[in-house]
């Protein structure tokens, strides 16, 4: 089992920039694929970007390609999101998650994943 802890979120102004962490207990977190996903009132939750286990091999929707990046520190069980050029329609609770087993592959979808984080949220103010 994964325990998953958000940080990094705030207020920032449009065009700004943000780096939200994801901080992995329990079962090693560098052993599993990660996603970030977020979440608007009364909206789904959207797919924002992911990565396999190793870092080698990401994904992202066009809604943020180019804009944001998402890393990996094995080392340190951590998994980041590097996000620029922000937009007041990023504006959300932004989730980290990891499958329910470990292993390669990339994920796109939320019921790909079983375990969640707490969410952390971001506000980009126009």
């Known amino acids: 089992q994964v325990q998953l802890v958000e940080s990094g979120g705030g207020l920032v102004q449009a065009g700004g920039s943000l780096r939200l962490s994801c901080a992995g207990s329990g079962s090693t977190l560098s052993r599993y694929a990660t996603g970030w996903f977020r979440q608007a009132p009364g909206k789904e939750r959207d797919f924002v970007a992911a990565?396999?286990?190793?870092?080698?091999?990401?994904a992202y929707p066009d809604s943020v390609k180019g804009r944001f990046t998402i890393s990996r520190d094995n080392a340190k069980n951590m998994v980041y999101l590097q996000m620029n050029a922000l937009k007041p329609e990023d504006t959300a609770v932004y989730y980290c998650?990891?499958?329910?087993?470990?292993?390669?592959?990339?994920?796109?979808?939320?019921?790909?994943?079983?375990?969640w984080g707490q969410g952390t949220q971001v506000t980009v103010s126009s």
């Open positions: 998650a990891a499958p329910k087993s470990s292993g390669d592959g990339v994920f796109t979808r939320p019921y790909d994943y079983e375990y």
């Open positions: 990565i396999n286990w190793s870092g080698s091999s990401t």
